[in-house]
């Protein structure tokens, strides 16, 4: 089966450098850039993903893609994007490759408990609404090595499955699953259609969690995500508590052994 969406993808924009394909796509939107188009860079100079941290693509090694949406609901459920994106790209990686691949939520794909791939979703308002949505997406591919620093938490497609990937191939396969569930979510504007999917994927699930806000931290279990795509984390008095945002660390995941 050859895996091409329908409208995602309409117009293909690439380039050999960018700073930011996320800029890139929100300077395009600016300019009346359609819904659906996408933008990749071979390489970025100055990336970036959550929380303002730098994210470079050296030439040639990874898929670095941004895809511009302006959808017609509320910006509350912009979030959820995000979520749909992670889900797509571990189809994508498991259709392409043959790798399982796990999500570490909100924004993170991972591989044997390394991470291949992070997401980040921006958004514009115009008078009150949705002007238009970037959802952002690196995917480490065909890197062979990574630094001392980075190695133990970080990996490649090419790592793991021992041969090159085509970045077309991962692109389109990554756009016709995006843009599927995407449909769905237009009409629902939540995520119950992806649950049981999304918490199958969900490297966190069942496992001991550290959850880092701006008033402390506290340890819970994951019990995957609920329709609004918060993280349902089981305190130890017995409580479940609904995360929306923050830092979420995943024990044996990332360094953290505490």
Not at 41 to 65: M, V
Not at 142 to 160: D, G, Q, R, V
Request: hydrophobic share 35%; proline share 3%; charged share 25%.
């Amino acid at each position: 089966m050859e895996l091409k969406a329908k409208w995602m993808g309409i117009p293909w924009n690439w380039t050999e450098e960018m700073d930011s394909t996320n800029e890139w796509a929100k300077r395009d939107a600016k300019n009346g850039a359609p819904s659906g188009a996408v933008y990749i860079a071979d390489s970025q100079t100055q990336g970036k993903g959550r929380i303002g941290r730098r994210w470079e693509t050296p030439k040639g090694s990874s898929l670095a893609l941004s895809l511009l949406l302006r959808p017609d609901f509320e910006a509350e459920h912009a979030p959820m994007l995000t979520l749909i994106m992670g889900m797509a790209a571990c189809m994508a990686i498991e259709k392409i490759t043959g790798l399982t691949a796990e999500i570490k939520w909100p924004n993170d794909v991972v591989i044997n408990k390394k991470k291949t791939t992070g997401i980040l979703t921006e958004m514009g308002m115009s008078e009150g609404k949705i002007s238009y949505v970037v959802v952002g997406i690196g995917i480490n591919l065909n890197m062979e090595s990574f630094p001392e620093e980075l190695a133990y938490k970080a990996t490649s497609l090419k790592i793991e499955c021992g041969h090159e990937i085509n970045r077309d191939e991962i692109a389109a396969a990554l756009l016709f699953y995006f843009e599927q569930y995407y449909e769905k979510f237009e009409q629902t504007h939540n995520l119950g259609f992806l649950i049981e999917e999304y918490n199958n994927h969900l490297v966190n699930r069942g496992k001991e969690v550290l959850i880092k806000e701006k008033d402390g931290e506290y340890t819970g279990i994951s019990r995957g995500i609920n329709d609004k795509g918060e993280l349902l984390v089981e305190k130890k008095d017995g409580n479940c508590v609904e995360i929306f945002s923050g830092e979420v660390s995943v024990r044996g995941l990332y360094g953290y052994v505490s």
